[in-house]
């Protein structure tokens, strides 16, 4: 095979001398659940500046359904999360992180009732659910299935009544600012503004995932892995990208988007079904319907290869109808604009990629590897999934790390008291500029390729060759120099999946989420180990 083609430190040249700059305490990246927690935090002694590139609520976060798992139900305990947490993630999982984010959980989620944020309740308490590898019904919900939303949008609203944080919506960044491994900011780019550099004291990224690399994904447009390729560029130390969750229920209806049809429809009694009508899950699980996330993708993909079938079906009819309307309201309504009655037809579904489970590594303090950069939420591995993330585990995730993101930002910058010294930048970094290439034709064949050879079921040759194809198409996309999101974007897409298919091909063993059709078995003697990758 060819020499691999590093990525070059910047995606562009420039003369910091011909930026507009803009000075901050706080930089945050990232406007989901982890970055309006960490702006929050952060902001009690400090300015902060929210950079996102989209609007403000559109991200991850805010399509979120099912819930967030949390130890506040009379009969649960911390201890039984954790205790559920850590098996799921199957030998992986970092048991001081787990402890630490799920022992948080109820004073964030506390915290943000008293915000407003209002979950569904009966008779004046909490309703819980049960998911998939939950001992417990401990998933609270917001709305019937728009958790994300209620979560957003209490946030935003915080953050609004801030006169510390400045929010700059539509803000695309480009790269972080790094000398001799401490970071000093970003680069980022407005349509309006041209290009801007931010100077900070810390830099948070809360950029998210990258769903956007395969073809079928949950994630919305924003998911395009920046934030990994950034932090990846500056020399900070990656761990796990092997690990993507693909969630088992996504609505599958030609040229319609990939809705999510939540797990917690499985939970209130949901049922699969083949082409043939007939209930699958109970040959391949003993917890049928309920058992983890791996399994059930893993098995529907099964079900589909022998009924040669383009996807199974998700039943709820048995469900009563008032129920299942009030409990569902936002699913019945995406369904019946297809022509889908839940309480009636069988709702055509089938698995997606959902989430990067594996991120920029951090320590207990969301600090990673170069100084003054802090990461939270799904762009950061803090080792809570091991191999498998439970369900309704991440919401808690990024609000419990960006608030020890915030936090410890904060209380870095009472005990330094240092001054921003911004100095000048000249990178030239010998790129040429575009010819012309069809970016979207691009960015869909790496969509395809990513589905079909690194998606749920993985082996060496197709690995090889999504490697080798990755190599190709970056050899003639990374040495351009592009002016607009969709080029870098598309740049930050073709580094992310090199650095999934390659994690996944180091990683010789079947594990959680990581299912090789080659090495079915999973192998605790040479395994049971992080994959670290670093520029
Ligand atoms: P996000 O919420 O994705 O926010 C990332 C932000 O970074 C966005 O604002 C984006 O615009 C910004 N950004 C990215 N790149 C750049 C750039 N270059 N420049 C500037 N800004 C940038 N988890 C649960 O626990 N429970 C659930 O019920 C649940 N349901 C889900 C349903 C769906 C459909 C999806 C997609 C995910 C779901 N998840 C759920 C997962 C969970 O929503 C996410 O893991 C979590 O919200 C991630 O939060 P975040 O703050 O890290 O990232
Ligand atoms: C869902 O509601 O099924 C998604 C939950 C999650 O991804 O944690």
Not at 430 to 436: A, M, N, P, T
Request: glycine share 8%; aromatic share 8%.
């Amino acid at each position: 095979m060819k020499k691999q083609t590093e990525p070059k430190r910047h995606l562009i040249s420039f003369d910091s001398r011909t930026f507009s700059h803009i000075f901050t305490d706080v930089l945050i990246i990232g406007s989901g659940v982890a970055g309006l927690s960490a702006a929050i935090q952060a902001s009690k002694h400090n300015s902060v500046m929210v950079v996102t590139k989209d609007k403000i609520d559109e991200n991850n976060t805010n399509y979120a359904q099912g819930g967030i798992a949390v130890a506040l139900s009379p009969n649960d305990t911390i201890i039984n999360h954790i205790k559920d947490t850590i098996e799921a993630g199957q030998g992986l999982c970092d048991i001081a992180s787990v402890k630490a984010i799920v022992s948080e959980g109820p004073n964030r989620i506390n915290e943000l009732i008293n915000w407003g944020a209002s979950f569904d309740k009966e008779d004046d308490r909490l309703i819980f659910t049960q998911e998939g590898g939950h001992r417990f019904a401990r998933i609270i919900r917001a709305k019937g299935d728009s958790t994300g939303n209620e979560v957003e949008h209490i946030l935003i609203r915080t953050i609004k009544e801030n006169n510390n944080v400045k929010v700059l919506e539509h803000t695309f960044t480009i790269d972080l600012i790094t000398k001799n491994r401490i970071c000093y900011g970003a680069i980022a780019w407005h349509p309006k503004k041209g290009y801007i550099l931010i100077w900070s004291k810390h830099t948070i990224l809360a950029t998210g995932g990258c769903g956007q690399v395969y073809r079928e994904t949950t994630n919305p447009d924003v998911a395009t892995g920046d934030g990994l390729a950034m932090a990846y560029r500056a020399g900070a130390t990656l761990q796990d990208m092997e690990f993507v969750q693909f969630h088992p229920t996504t609505l599958y209806i030609a040229g319609a988007v990939r809705f999510l049809i939540t797990e917690t429809v499985r939970g209130e009694g949901g049922i699969l079904r083949n082409k043939k009508g007939e209930r699958f899950m109970p040959n391949y699980h003993p917890k049928a319907e309920l058992a983890p996330r791996d399994a059930v993708s893993q098995s529907i993909l099964k079900e589909m290869q022998k009924t040669d079938h383009t996807h199974v079906y998700l039943d709820v009819r048995h469900i009563p109808k008032e129920r299942l309307y009030r409990r569902f309201p936002k699913i019945k309504e995406i369904c019946s604009s297809f022509g889908i009655d839940i309480a009636k037809d069988l709702i055509p579904v089938r698995p997606s990629a959902h989430y990067i489970i594996g991120g920029i590594k951090v320590d207990y303090l969301s600090r990673t590897t170069i100084k003054q950069l802090y990461a939270c939420g799904e762009v950061a591995c803090t080792g809570m999934h091991g191999a498998n993330r439970l369900g309704s585990n991440s919401l808690l995730e990024g609000l419990v790390t960006g608030y020890i993101a915030g936090t410890d930002a904060c209380k870095s910058i009472q005990k330094t008291r240092r001054e921003l010294l911004p100095y000048t930048i000249r990178k030239s970094m010998g790129l040429s500029k575009i010819s012309w290439l069809d970016l979207n034709d691009i960015k869909n064949s790496l969509k395809s390729l990513m589905w079909r050879d690194a998606g749920i079921e993985r082996n060496e040759r197709h690995l090889l060759e999504a490697e080798e194809m990755i190599e190709m198409w970056s050899s003639y996309v990374m040495d351009k120099e592009f002016s607009n999101p969709a080029g870098w974007e598309l740049q930050n897409m073709l580094l992310v999946s090199k650095l999934i298919v390659t994690s996944a091909r180091k990683r010789k063993e079947s594990r959680g989420v990581h299912h090789r059709t080659d090495y079915q078995k999973t192998d605790n003697i040479h395994w049971k180990k992080h994959i670290l990758i670093k520029k």
